[in-house]
């Protein structure tokens, strides 16, 4: 369609200029990406493949033991299955709690709608580690929460962080602005209109709901729940603050191989698979939108 | 006259350019963010820019030893560090990779007067600082101080134990202890006596990630007992006006060294050695030791008695004698063990 359109536009100018053209319309985005990217991505991957001494030395020689060590090694299948499980069940969460939130906002409008888009937006401005230590104040022994429990007449605390608990709160928090924004992005087809119409025609505001609004926000969906998870799957910051060293993730496992065990290669290694399980989610994505049509 | 005048002026402006040059000699030097740098720059970066005007020195602050060597690693081909403050464990691992410069006596006459325990074999650095596990505990919540490592395993601090796990060199150093004292089998036998001596403590730990340090849960409350580094235990008990307190316990303590080394490609070498010396005299090994209660690894240090004995260095008889590169050798063993039989007991 474009390159005919193109085409139509330009009908004297050469083939090859055009050809030419492309190639240096392509050519910074092709070097940022090759920089930014694909050259790092090729290191990871180098070293993902270096020999290194248990002390943490790195002899300049190749090896495969890494990559042997976590495939055959039962921890790091659990670990990944750990992360993959940890990151959908985030997902779906916050997936329920961002859908009412951005169906409002979409159907709100005005003042009232710019209000309600900063309240959304402004958690971003923070960065994690600022609102994973808020989370720590709201649940810890004597946060918020247990203080509320207590004064109404609980005996003892519970036990809402350092643990998967806290890690799974802390997280979908975090992640709901980047869910409800795209799940806003993703209602475009979201027509007023086409819901009156099925009200008119006798159905229920459930049977509305199910059969007109959740199927054309579905786009919506598929784009917030794929950014959610990859987010949810490379994050550590939070994982490693709430989870009190009892939940292992291979964001968390990579930064421990990394920063406190100073095995890169490992680390290496982990953050491969973990560009694998983003590859995947990428396919699953790709793969519903067809489906959409 | 006027010739005489012009000569002078001349003169005047090569002496002002030579030592404009002379003070554009630059180093820098790479260690710990933090309370580390505050006190390290006013300790002794500043006495020694002041004793040495011709030299500026940049301090470099990371994050962690693993971070620096990160740096150096991606800077081996034109390095811009000059000096590395860092754990021993990783200064070994540099030195396998050829990224630090061996010290010796003849250039350096100040390392004859170190403690035969500040140098290591396969080491191209020397130690520059020990500090040592201690108990930490909030005072409100022991009114009668606690001195063994077992009041963490008491129902009292039933969820207010915090200890930085394995692979953190704390845990790992609370392993070795607890090996020693119930008479196990050291590095060899992987401290299988102190996985064991874990077990009752374990279900107490609230986490065993306490971030960023392990001195902040305690003093707010939120933990009571907990081990961590002596230097930094004990200047936060000051500015904490004693809600945090130290203990050496009664089981023992271990030994945290970091190691001061030369990077090999300095373009700064002379100024970077005569820096290594200073950090190394009895004058800057007092100076910091006074104001950080890191132990001096200098035999010639007069330091006050006050300082001195908030360091390890008047209970000798209890530090555990550590052999960190041995450690290192098994780490990951040692992080297996840990996962499978300390932490399903803290769940």
Known sequence: MTASATHAALPEAPKLDGRALIVMLLLPITAVNLIGFILPVVNLAMISFMEVRSTGAMTGNWSFAKWQLVVTDPFYWELLWNSVRTSLTITLLTLLVSYPVALYLHRSSGM???????????????????????????????GLINNGLMALGFDGPLRLMFNLTGVVIGLTEILMPYMILALLAGFGKLDSRVEEAAATLGASPFRVFWRVVLPLSLPGIALGSLLTFVLAVSSFITPKLLGGGRVFLLATEVYDQAIVTLDWPLAATLSIIVLVVFGVALTIYSRVLKSLG | MQNRSLALAATALAIGLSSGMARAQEINVMAYTGLFQDRYI???????QKA??????????????????????????APQTDVV?????????????????????NSMPVLKDLYPNARFPGVAGVAVTFDNLVLIYNSDAYPTPPTSLLAMAEPAARGKVVIPGVPDIQGLSLLMILDKKNGGPGVEGRFEKGIEAMAPIAPNVQTWEPKPEVYAPIIAGQATIGVGWNARAQVNSETSGGKLRAVIPSEGTAFQVNVISLVEGSKQAEAARKFVAYALSPEAQKSFTESMFYAPTNSKAQIDPKAINRTAVNFLDRVVPVDWIAVARVRDQLSDQWRRRVLPLSR
Not at chain 2, 42 to 48: L, M, Q, R, S
Request: no cysteine; glycine share 6%; aromatic share 8%.
């Open chain 1, 112 to 142: 009232w709608r710019s209000i309600l888009l900063v309240m959304v937006i402004s958690p971003l401005l923070l960065s994690a580690v600022v609102r994973t230590y808020g989370w720590i104040a709201i649940l810890s022994d004597r």
């Open chain 2, 42 to 48: 006013k300790a002794v970066i500043e006495p020694f």
């Open chain 2, 85 to 105: 403050i860092m754990d021993v464990s990783v200064a070994k691992a540099g030195t396998d990779e050829g990224l630090f410069k061996a010290l010796d006596e």
């Open chain 2, 52 to 77: 040495n005007p011709g030299i500026k020195v940049n301090y470099v602050p990371q994050p962690s030893s693993a971070a620096m060597i990160g740096q150096l690693r991606a800077q081996k081909a």
